[in-house]
């Protein structure tokens, strides 16, 4: 089992500030993808890095790849109050499913 | 294209009874993933299936747990003599390939709360 270790577990920040998240393992993973999930609902998909020190940007949520593909950090820039959620990193394991980390809850203060 | 449909949203059952848990993947996907989702423990691949074929189901308990899809209609998860340690939130999601190919997203149902009482 490739294990996917997410930290910190919980967040809060004030509206404004900025977070760093990270998802680590000690496997190597072709590509990690990110989700988001918030209360009720599924999993949404955010982005899938590929290439070892890729750096991928959603408007202000930066997503890094590790070089040596075994860890990705998110980053949001000026929090929002509708950044609150869980964010969840994923890993394939094998060619039959993804594997998912516990997940960051933040929470963005008004 | 309307997404992943599970349903019912939320199911009650008393220990013993039977959960039937469906899920129609997005239009044009053949792929269906069953993950269980408990606030402790984060979400646990449990099945994959593709059309009429359980791929793998190494992370479905062996004994009340089956899942099926079939070549028309849902996909159904069910869990037989339910206990209370049962209770979870599952999720369904589909995606057009395997995982491991092509970087295959997940798109996700929005679960299926179940409470033994």
């Known amino acids: 089992t490739q294990l996917l270790e997410q930290s910190p577990q919980f967040l809060s920040i004030q509206e404004g500030e900025n977070l760093t998240v990270y998802c680590n393992s000690s496997?190597?993973?072709?590509?990690l993808q990110w989700y988001r999930q918030e209360p009720g609902e599924g999993p949404v998909l955010l982005v899938t890095v590929v290439t070892g020190g890729e750096v991928k940007k959603l408007k202000r949520l930066t997503f890094q790849f590790g070089d040596a593909r075994k860890d990705s950090s998110l980053h949001i820039t000026a929090a929002q109050p509708g950044d609150t959620g869980l964010y969840l990193c994923a890993g394939a394991e094998g060619n039959n499913r993804l594997a998912f980390g516990k997940g960051n809850q933040v929470v963005v203060i008004p | 294209n309307a997404g992943v449909m599970q349903n019912p949203r939320h199911l009650v059952r008393r220990r013993g009874q039977e959960a039937r848990l469906r899920c129609s993947p997005m239009k044009g996907h053949s792929h269906v993933y069953w993950y269980r989702q408990l606030p402790e423990e984060g979400l646990k691949f449990m099945v994959y299936?593709?059309?009429?074929?359980?791929?793998?189901e190494s992370g479905m308990p062996k004994e009340r747990f089956s899942a099926e899809f079939p070549k028309e209609g849902p996909s159904i998860l069910r869990i037989q003599q339910v206990v209370r340690g049962d209770s979870a939130a599952y999720f369904c999601a589909s995606s057009p390939r395997q995982p491991g190919q092509g970087n295959s997203p997940l798109h996700f149902g929005n679960g299926t709360r179940l409470t033994v009482t």
């Open positions: 496997s190597v993973f072709s590509s």
């Open positions: 299936l593709q059309k009429e074929n359980i791929i793998d």
